[in-house]
């Protein structure tokens, strides 16, 4: 608590079971500063309410989360739900980096919460692979989100799982999104990317969106005069009408 810490060349190795009701690769509250760089989070197995996370950091405090060329690789047979990275607080950065969650129930691929979120190059996936209630999702956003030249999938077996939900201001560029229910849930600006959705490409639960240059599988529920779509097209390369 209260610290800073760097790890590098980390290689951390979950066990398949554990005692608890949960297990963290990497955990930190208050406000911890932590660096991860090069380094490798794995865990394969584990049933029951074993609940996997590869990293948790934040807590009340002004938390900082640095990630740079990591591999998160996470798949379990708990029908919990767990996920890649549980962050609250004040500034989380990742570059260049994988995060995969594999397990029956689903889960989440990242969750930030806070002030300040930066995801750049890096490729975040979450597959349910049974069909159940929970509902995906690869990022899970309440703080000022900014997303670029970064591909994010979710893949459920029943219609459901959302690409990103985001309850605060976030910005997509450069980037793929999908889901196998929604592509994006939220108030967001994208451009220059491909968002695709099962049930719909863009579900506004709030505040309105813009969109520009960018390719909509799944169509959008925007409404003219509070939303904007400008220059897009949908997953038959078929113009969609601005807004």
């Given at each position: ?7 590098r060349?980390?290689?951390v ?22 660096q991860?760089?090069?380094?490798t989070?794995?865990?394969t197995?584990?049933?029951?309410s074993?609940v ?24 379990t ?10 962050f609250a607080?004040q500034?989380?950065?990742?570059r ?20 300040i ?15 159940g ?9 309440s703080?000022n ?15 459901e799982g ?12 450069n980037?793929?999104v ?12 994208i451009?220059n990317?491909?968002i ?21 599988g799944g169509?959008?529920?925007?409404v003219?005069?509070?939303?904007k779509?400008?220059?897009c ?7 969609i009408?601005?807004?």
């Open positions: 608590e209260n610290a800073s810490s760097i790890f060349n980390l290689k190795i979950l066990p398949s079971l554990f005692g608890g009701t949960g297990i963290v690769g990497l955990y930190a509250q208050s406000s911890a500063s932590v991860i760089v090069d380094s989070i794995i865990k197995g584990g049933t029951g074993n996997p996370w590869g990293m948790s950091i934040g807590g009340p405090g002004g938390s900082i989360l640095l990630v740079s060329n990591v591999i998160i690789d996470i798949t047979d708990t029908t919990m739900v767990g996920g890649g990275i549980d607080g500034q989380f950065v990742m260049n980096s994988v995060v995969k969650y594999t397990s029956p129930a689903g889960g989440y691929g990242i969750t930030a919460g806070g002030g979120a930066d995801i750049s190059g890096s490729t975040i996936s979450v597959e349910a692979t049974a069909a209630t929970a509902t995906s999702q690869g990022i899970e956003n703080s989100l900014v997303i670029s030249n970064s591909i994010i999938t979710v893949n459920e077996n029943i219609s959302t690409g990103v939900l985001a309850t605060s201001n976030t910005v997509i560029r980037s793929e999908s889901g196998s229910g929604y592509g994006i849930q939220g108030p967001v600006d451009n990317s491909s695709f959705g099962g049930l719909k490409g863009i579900l506004k639960t709030g505040n309105s969106f813009r969109i520009g240059n960018s390719q909509i169509g959008h529920n925007g003219a005069g509070t939303d779509v400008v220059n097209i949908d997953e038959n390369y078929n113009p009408p601005n807004l």
